[in-house]
């Protein structure tokens, strides 16, 4: 019987993903001069021929002064059009050609990190406040120590003014501008991990009283104008996605964040990714807090993979016509499978097992392979002693992201990528 992973999938758009497998997005590390350059496009490469049925581009920062990290890709300027910036769109196809050439649709995830911004990722200086709704500061902990640490990797927020505010917009409609000019099949709208967008969609961290806070449906209006200002100046057949958090909600605010997604799913969209997680609460790297207001999980759903499931099948349940991709702990063909039997999503997104086997969906949907086979099990990254008095959850997300970006930097270089041994 043919694997429910082997479907098309067709986005509102009209784009055809061939199959439910989506490598889902990560940090590469490798811009260093925060620019597509060719050791990224290498990288991509290898995806390209995995047999997947999307590719998801690790961040593209929309300001090169807020970076997530000191070696994403970035709009250094205002772009203006393909004719204008002529150069600056064939450095992008090179890589959008490259990601691309064996037919695999690619979305470029285009990202604004807001408060989340280290002092030393941007060209603002390590002095510079970075962007906020509200002038809120990263908090990875309560004690002294943990709280002097937050400082000195993070500047206090700037709570953005409305020129601010306008002028970000900006930002994200030309960096999608550019990546549809450039020849990327879509783009999908950073709004999880606790980076700008979703720092306005929260509660926690948007205080604000004026048009852009105040109540959810305020919160959700600066994702909601960079969405229609988009959709008004890329083609029709240009997908538009959104990752949203799933995992940072109290039973408090779920129906607040169900009344941010009825908003997003009415203005139309491509694709919701539901993640979850932030570098104060990092869920999506498989740390995170308890959350005593959280619904228990299911003994059923406590034995899946996936970490954000439940969530996605309310989703499911409230806007059935929604495209949902669900990424986070998927190793094996039958977590995958069961996810879309259960109706909980469409498309299954694979982040770190991508990283160290980039034809990894090949083996998935190899029939002749059982399914005790078609897996790839990973240990957790060891951290190291000397980081214990350090914020445990911060320091583990950490430890493993800056693992399979090294990882994805040695498939960049035709090096097989190595799985954590401990």
Known sequence: MPSPLADPVKLPCGLVLPNRLSKAAMAEMIAKTNQPT????DA?????????????????????????????????????DSKTNSALVAQWKKYADTCQKHGTPTIAQICH????????????????????????RVKVGDSYFQRLV???????????????????????????????????????????????????????TNLRTDAYGGTPEKRARFLLEILSQTRAVVPSTFAIGIKLNSADHSS?????????????????????????????????????KVNADAAPKSSRTAAREAFFLEFSKEVRQRHPELVLMLTGGFRTRAGAE????????????????????????????????ADEEAR???????????????????????????????????????????????
């Open 252 to 288: 408090a605010t779920f129906e607040e964040t169900m009344t941010q997604i009825a908003l997003i799913a009415e203005a139309g969209i491509d694709f919701m990714e539901i993640s979850g997680g932030s570098y104060e609460d990092p869920k999506m790297m498989g740390y995170g």
């Open 338 to 369: 069961a996810a879309i039997r259960d109706n909980a999503c469409d498309l299954v997104g694979i982040g770190r097992p991508a990283a160290i086997d980039p034809r990894f969906p090949l083996l998935l949907l190899d029939e002749s392979v």
């Open 113 to 136: 990190p807001g408060r989340q911004s280290f002092r030393v990722a941007g060209h603002r200086g390590i002095f510079a406040q970075t962007l906020a709704p509200s002038a809120v």
């Open 38 to 41: 060719t050791t990224l496009a």
């Open 150 to 204: 937050g400082c000195l990797v993070w500047s206090e927020p700037k709570e953005m003014t409305t020129q601010d505010v306008e002028r970000v917009i900006g930002q994200f409609v030309d960096t999608a501008r550019l990546m549809a000019d450039a020849g990327f099949s879509g783009i999908e709208l950073h709004g999880a991990h606790g980076y700008l967008i979703d720092q306005f969609l929260s509660g926690k």
């Open 44 to 80: 991509y490469e290898q995806w390209a021929d995995g047999g997947w049925g999307s590719i998801l581009t690790g961040n593209v920062q929309v300001d090169v002064n807020h970076l997530g990290s000191p070696y994403d890709p970035a709009l250094h300027n205002e772009y203006k």
């Open 376 to 422: 790839l099990l990973l240990n957790k990254v060891p951290v190291p002693w000397y980081t214990r008095f350090l914020p445990l959850n911060l320091i583990g997300a950490g430890a493993e992201s800056t693992y399979y970006s090294v990882q994805i930097q040695r498939l960049a270089k035709g090096i097989a990528a190595v799985a954590p041994s401990w």
